[in-house]
């Protein structure tokens, strides 16, 4: 192949994975700004539920971007070679502030969407955030005791002695 040729191919090829990068960044962003619905809501609910996330996400950015900053100087202050634990105990007052002024902010987006739902409307989101916290373990401990249960089944399967301290007694 001749110089030119293999120039004209190379810029060819730079510019599709360039356009390639640029359209796939838009897809994710609009993919990430359409509504998503909850399935066990009525889905005009679901919708507004969805559309308010969205608009309550980008009115908290900065406060997502504070937490994202405290969390960076964390990890600065780990990495270093000396440990300072002043500077350890300031850099987690500071992701604690930015996770309370977030957590402040996203109970205020739930009240004003609270306010604008009818009680039916308000019950059935009540139930499904409880089912959801029950799928992440909710601070019951059901799910932590059908855990220990699913590798006890596993562990016999395989013919496994227990780890110590596996006989610790039940959460309360």
């Known amino acids: 192949m001749n110089r030119n040729l293999k120039i004209a191919f190379t810029l ?37 539920i969805a559309k308010s996330m969205i608009k309550a996400r980008r009115e908290h950015e900065s406060l997502h971007q504070d937490l994202k900053t405290a969390r960076q100087a964390m ?3 780990l990495a270093q070679r ?5 500077e350890f105990r300031k850099a ?8 309370q002024a977030l957590y ?9 969407m609270a306010r604008d739902m ?3 409307d308000r019950q059935q ?18 799910n932590l005791e059908k855990l220990r249960e699913r590798l006890k089944e596993r562990r016999a399967a ?12 039940p959460p309360e």
Request: glycine share 8%; net charge negative.
């Open 75 to 77: 990890n600065r202050v």
């Open 104 to 112: 402040k902010a996203r109970t205020e987006s739930m009240l004003k």
């Open 158 to 169: 395989r013919r496994e002695p227990p780890p110590a301290g596996e006989n610790m007694p």
């Open 12 to 48: 060819s090829l730079l510019l599709n994975v360039f356009f390639l990068g640029v359209g796939a960044s838009w897809g994710f962003r609009e993919f990430m700004e359409r509504p998503v619905p909850v399935h066990s809501l009525n889905p005009e609910l679901s919708h507004d």
């Open 92 to 99: 987690a007052q500071k992701i604690d502030e930015a996770q």
């Open 125 to 142: 989101m009540a139930k499904r955030m409880q089912e959801m916290s029950e799928r992440r373990g909710g601070g019951q401990g059901e």
């Open 82 to 86: 000396n440990f300072n634990e002043d």
């Open 118 to 120: 009818t009680p039916e």
